[in-house]
């Protein structure tokens, strides 16, 4: 089932404030990684948001979320700060990763395999 306008308006929202949480707070560095928000998707009551974050330069990606979710409340109560006059209630929220980019690169390397044993 796809998405209603409202459900990707408040995904938008959301995916705007947080990033920018992201930089104001520094969780867009963890641990010498590069942390991005790709997309957010949202339940069609809008109470749940899962956030995909795409991890750049990180030997443990799992442990890149564990660090977010210990700062889970944190973030909340200043996404929500930013976002109460637009939305009736802040979303509860959940991390996920976005592997897309990492299957480019597998992709690309696969690639530059066949294109080398040809």
């Known amino acids: 089932m796809s998405e209603s306008i409202r459900q990707k308006k408040v995904a938008e929202l959301i995916k705007e404030q947080m990033s920018s949480l ?18 957010v998707s949202m339940t069609p009551d ?3 948001a899962k956030v995909y974050l795409s ?11 564990n660090e977010l979710e210990t ?5 909340r109560h200043q996404l929500g700060n ?7 209630r802040v979303p509860e929220f959940k991390f996920f990763l976005d592997e897309t980019l990492d299957e480019v690169f597998k992709m690309e390397k696969l690639f530059d395999k066949i294109k080398k044993q040809d």
């Open 46 to 48: 809008l109470l749940e």
């Open 55 to 65: 991890v750049f330069n990180a030997k443990d990606k799992q442990s890149i979320l």
């Open 82 to 88: 930013k976002i109460a006059k637009q939305v009736r």
């Open 71 to 75: 700062h889970h409340k944190e973030i």
């Open 22 to 39: 992201f930089q104001k707070n520094g969780f867009y560095t963890l641990k010498g990684s590069l942390v991005t928000i790709t997309s």
